[in-house]
C-alpha cells in the first residue's frame, strides 16, 4: 500500500491542494500463472484528491516466466491494429446488447455509438487488459465508456476470438 501526501503536507501548501493533498491506495490483488508460461499480478487502488469521490483503479501486469521480462497484449497479439479496434469494439457491442433497455452502464444511447466509441477508444497498447486463463477481459475505467456510478465495465474476449485459436 503506497500512500501520498499528508494532513501536514495540505496544510504547508494550500496554493495548490490538488498536487499535496492527493492520497493514492495500491494494493496487489490477485497473482496467479497461466499455462506454466506467464505470471500476472494484478494491482487496485483508489486515488483520491478532493470532491464527491476518488478513482478507483485495476490494473494487471503480465511477465513470461522463461525470460522475466514483462510483456503486454502487443506481444501476444499477431494481427493488426484495426482488426483489434473491430474486434473489440464488437464484442463491447454485443455487451452493450446484452442489457435490458434502460439499464445500460455504458454512456452511448444505442449499439451502434457503442462500437464508434469503441472503436476509437480501442488500441493494442491504450486499452486496459487483464489476462485470464481463457481469455481477456478489456476493463474500461470509470467516465471512460459510462458514468461513474456504473464502475468498471469488463468486456470478456476469449483467445479463441482474439488469436483464431482456443
Known amino acids: 500500500q503506497e500512500v501520498e501526501g499528508t494532513d501536514e503536507d495540505c496544510e504547508d501548501h494550500k496554493e495548490n491542494p490538488i498536487i499535496w493533498c492527493t492520497s493514492i491506495e495500491k494494493e496487489v490483488s490477485k497473482v496467479e500463472i497461466l499455462w506454466d508460461q506467464y505470471l500476472t499480478i494484478e494491482y487496485s ?42 474486434l473489440v469494439a464488437e464484442k463491447t457491442k454485443e455487451d452493450f446488447l446484452s442489457y435490458e433497455e434502460g439499464s445500460t452502464p455504458y454512456f452511448a444511447e444505442d449499439a451502434d455509438e457503442v462500437y464508434e466509441d469503441a472503436y476509437e477508444y480501442a488500441g493494442l497498447t491504450s486499452l486496459n487488459i487483464l489476462f485470464h486463463e481463457t481469455g481477456i477481459s478489456v476493463l474500461y475505467d470509470p467516465y471512460e465508456m459510462g458514468p461513474y456510478a456504473s464502475g468498471f465495465i469488463e468486456v470478456f474476449i476469449s483467445y479463441e476470438e482474439l488469436l483464431g485459436q482456443s
Open 45 to 86: 487502488g483508489y486515488w483520491y484528491a478532493g470532491g464527491a469521490h476518488g478513482m478507483p483503479s485495476d490494473y494487471q501486469r503480465l511477465f513470461d516466466l522463461t525470460t522475466g521480462e514483462e510483456l503486454t497484449l502487443k506481444d501476444i497479439y499477431q494481427g493488426s491494429e484495426k482488426s483489434f479496434k473491430k
